[in-house]
């Protein structure tokens, strides 16, 4: 079965750090684009970070760049989002996904893991 287990999530400080987890099972991270995409409360999914499978080149988007840092482990088949200096504005469902390109609506994705929450407090 093709599945994404996100984990890590939690509940942090303004200017605190978490490490979200994703793994991959009934297939392998080196054949697929991966990336991570969030969703907080009243908003649209937005793109986080990926790492492209062209070229294996990460990309973050502006608003986590310089604080964010998206890894992938192939021998584990784990990919991995650091978050560092987090902010209120961060809080939302963060999700693992992988497919064939990224854009900040996610279309390009075909696995999707269940999300994890990610709170920071004020």
């Known amino acids: 079965e093709v599945q994404l287990q996100a984990s890590g999530g939690g509940l942090v400080q303004t200017g605190g750090s978490l490490r979200l987890s994703c793994a991959a099972s009934g297939f392998s991270f080196e054949d697929y684009t991966v990336a991570w995409f969030r969703q907080a409360p009243g908003k649209e999914r937005e793109g986080v970070s990926c790492?492209?499978?062209?070229?294996?080149?990460?990309y973050h988007e502006d608003s986590v760049k310089g604080r964010f840092i998206i890894s992938i482990n192939n021998a584990k088949n784990t990919m991995y989002l650091q978050m560092s200096s987090l902010k209120p504005e961060d809080t939302a469902v963060y999700y693992c996904?992988?497919?064939?390109?990224?854009?900040?609506?996610?279309?390009?994705?075909?696995?999707w893991g269940k999300g994890t929450q990610v709170t920071v407090s004020s």
């Open positions: 996904a992988a497919g064939d390109f990224y854009n900040n609506y996610g279309s390009g994705m075909v696995v």
């Open positions: 790492i492209s499978r062209f070229d294996g080149t990460s």
